[in-house]
Each structure stands twice: as structure tokens, then as C-alpha cells.
Nanobody
Framework: QVQVVESGGGLVQAGGSLRLSCAVS????????IGWYRQAPGKQRELVAE????????NYADAVKGRFTISRDNAKNTVLLQMNSLRPEDTAVYYC?????????WGQGTQVTVSS
């Protein structure tokens, strides 16, 4: 059974930092591309950052470039999203997705709230 579990969300003041963690089990983690997405109330889900299977490639949304960093530890089947200089507009539910070709597995999400 595939499990994708996010953790690390919470409430933080503007300018603060949070680190989200995504743990994946039930699939060969090291061959999956892992992405972080977010969905704010009334908005569509959007890509925040993603990292390739060998960490050779990363991709960031323009809104988070220079503030967020994605990394992975294939030995621990975990992907981290370090979020610095948080802004109120970063408030959303953050989701982790493991993808390989047409297979996708999503987590339940973790809430991030940034107060002004």
C-alpha cells in the first residue's frame, strides 16, 4: 500500500520559516519525481517545487524562487521543503505528490498559515 504523508505545517509570522517533510512508502522511492503543491482557499492547486529522482533537477514556481528549497534523502524516502521568508500569500494547504509516468500518489496535505 502506497502512503504519502506530509508533516511540518503550522502557523508562523510573516518573515518566518517552516520545514515541511514528505515521507513516501510502498513504492521504489528513488525512481519517483516528488513535487510539493499548494492550494489556497478559492484557488486552484499549483506546483510549488519538484525534484527529480536523482536530485539532478529541481523546479520552482516563480513565486517561491529564492525563498524555498526542495531536497530529498533517498535513504530515508523523504523529501523536505524548506520555506524561508514566508509571506501571507504562502498560506495554503501543502500537498506532496509522488509521480512516475502516469502513476501519481498524493498525500492528505498539511496546513501552512502565515500571519501578517
Amino acid at each position: 500500500q502506497v502512503q504519502v504523508v506530509e508533516s511540518g505545517g503550522g502557523l508562523v509570522q510573516a518573515g518566518g520559516s517552516l520545514r515541511l517533510s514528505c515521507a513516501v512508502s510502498g513504492v521504489p522511492f528513488n525512481i519517483y519525481t516528488i513535487g510539493w503543491y499548494r492550494q489556497a482557499p478559492g484557488k486552484q492547486r499549483e506546483l510549488v517545487a519538484e525534484i527529480s529522482k536523482g536530485s539532478s533537477s529541481t523546479n520552482y514556481a516563480d513565486a517561491v524562487k529564492g525563498r524555498f528549497t526542495i531536497s530529498r534523502d533517498n535513504a530515508k524516502n523523504t523529501v523536505l521543503l524548506q520555506m524561508n521568508s514566508l509571506r501571507p500569500e504562502d498560506t495554503a494547504v501543502y500537498y506532496c505528490k509522488a509521480a512516475l509516468f502516469i502513476s501519481e500518489f498524493w498525500g492528505q496535505g498539511t496546513q501552512v498559515t502565515v500571519s501578517s
